[in-house]
């Protein structure tokens, strides 16, 4: 009978040490390595590539900011003249740093596909890159993490209370066959 309820108590500290830790710990405190955190959606952007440069374009609002890179090496394009049109627009780039523009657009872009040009001139190298821009209406945008996450979090809740309360009943009923057995002088 002593063995029986050996083999019961170390069974329930075997269930409790092996669900609490992972049911009990609270976000941050699993340890692990976790995604980062997404903000919401990305901003606009295009990329354009030819057998001289790359061109990334991003969008912020009216902000608009271009990256010119060689396409050899990966380095920025110094001392280059991009003019850029967005759908036969001209846009003005102004230099800001070696192979980065800058440009205040006159309104927000609308929701669409827009196309953009630009001819590079750096040096002797020129060359004409054309590609598009795909701008989507922002929306509340919630990645498949977050949602897995927030959804089992209701669930963890009840399954460790589940295993909190078959702990205490087996616990109890441990701890009355004990007291039975004191008080009729135990199993011989």
Request: charged fraction near 20%; avoid cysteine; glycine fraction near 10%.
């Amino acid at each position: 009978m002593r063995n029986a309820h050996n083999l019961a108590a170390w069974s329930l500290a075997a269930v409790l040490a092996g669900f609490a830790p992972q049911i009990l710990a609270g976000d941050g405190h699993d340890h692990g390595e976790s995604p980062a955190p997404t903000a919401g959606p990305a901003l606009p952007r295009f990329t354009a590539v030819s057998e001289l440069f790359e061109m990334v374009g991003v969008v912020n609002g009216k902000n608009l900011t271009v990256y010119l890179d060689r396409f050899a090496d990966n380095s920025p394009v110094k001392d280059a003249k991009v003019d850029l049109a967005l759908d036969d627009t001209a846009i003005a780039l102004e230099p800001h740093a070696d192979g980065e523009f800058e440009a205040t657009l006159q309104d927000s872009l609308k929701p669409g596909v827009v196309s953009v040009t630009a001819t590079v001139v750096a040096g002797e190298d020129a060359d004409l890159l054309a590609t598009e821009l795909d701008v989507h209406e922002e929306l509340a945008a919630v990645t498949h993490e977050e949602t897995t996450e927030t959804g089992m979090k209701p669930y963890a809740t009840w399954a460790g209370a589940g295993v909190l309360v078959l702990g205490l009943i087996g616990w109890a009923a441990l701890r009355r066959g004990s007291s039975r057995n004191r008080s009729t002088g135990g199993a011989a």
